[in-house]
């Protein structure tokens, strides 16, 4: 064979693997390009799926946050109108006491008031002699026409025939009167704090009226 016809063949087969080099990397690149465009739209749904979970992990996060900021909003105020409420009671408290230590307050009279919780109690202990027991200073104050009135009340609201003393024993209360039996076995409490007490439950939700209208 010629020089001649050994290029020819050498070109074609130099033409032919170039050719084929050529398709190679074409193949490659498109692959290599469809490699890339895969990893991406992966890596944009990755970006994307911890994008979302942020999202709603903040926003679980934020209600979260909201939920505990409202309740202790109301925590704070239930605590507020609980304070403005056990500050009523005790003014309440304090105007007892000026009205059992000066015997009249406003419109109040405390001598009404004591014959008042002395047949209350009465009328519930059974007997007809009763012990009436005040503090130092009622005792000191409580005489015999005061002891004849509140008898003659007692009878009067009770429909029997009651008759009260008085005894040594004192307690130790703003005012009122603990009413028992001579025996001692049946008392009632009618003491100031007592009646402010029992009352406290009873008329919390009107004083809470009262001081928030609206707002509870």
């Known amino acids: 064979m010629s020089d001649e016809g050994v290029d020819k063949i050498i070109s ?16 490659a690149q498109a692959e290599a390009d469809k490699i890339r ?5 992966k890596a944009e749904r990755e970006a994307e799926r911890i994008l979302s979970n942020g999202k709603r992990v903040a926003s679980l996060e934020g209600q979260r946050i909201i939920a505990e900021t409202r309740i202790d909003v109301r ?15 005790e003014e309440a408290k304090k105007v007892l006491e000026e009205l059992a230590e000066k015997g009249k307050r406003d ?17 519930v202990v059974a007997g007809n002699k009763l012990e009436l027991v005040f503090n130092q200073r009622d005792s000191k104050t409580f005489n015999k ?4 009135e509140a008898s003659e009340l007692v009878k009067k609201r009770s429909g029997r025939d ?8 004192t307690i130790q209360h703003l005012g ?6 001579m025996e001692k076995q049946v008392e009632v409490d009618n003491t100031l704090e007592t009646r ?19 707002r509870l």
């Open 12 to 27: 074609h087969i130099e033409a032919e693997a170039e050719k084929e080099i050529s398709e190679i990397l074409l193949k």
């Open 37 to 41: 465009k895969a990893a991406q739209e």
């Open 75 to 89: 925590r704070k105020k239930m605590d507020a109108q609980e304070e403005a409420i056990a500050a009523s009671f």
């Open 107 to 123: 419109s109040f009279v405390y001598k009404d008031i004591m014959f008042d919780l002395i047949a209350s109690a009465s009328e």
């Open 145 to 148: 026409e005061m002891l004849r």
């Open 162 to 169: 009651i008759s009260l003393a008085l005894t040594d024993e």
């Open 176 to 181: 009122g009167v603990v009413v028992r039996d």
């Open 196 to 214: 402010l007490n029992r009352l406290k439950e009873s008329i919390r939700v009107d004083v809470a009226k009262i001081l928030f209208g609206d």
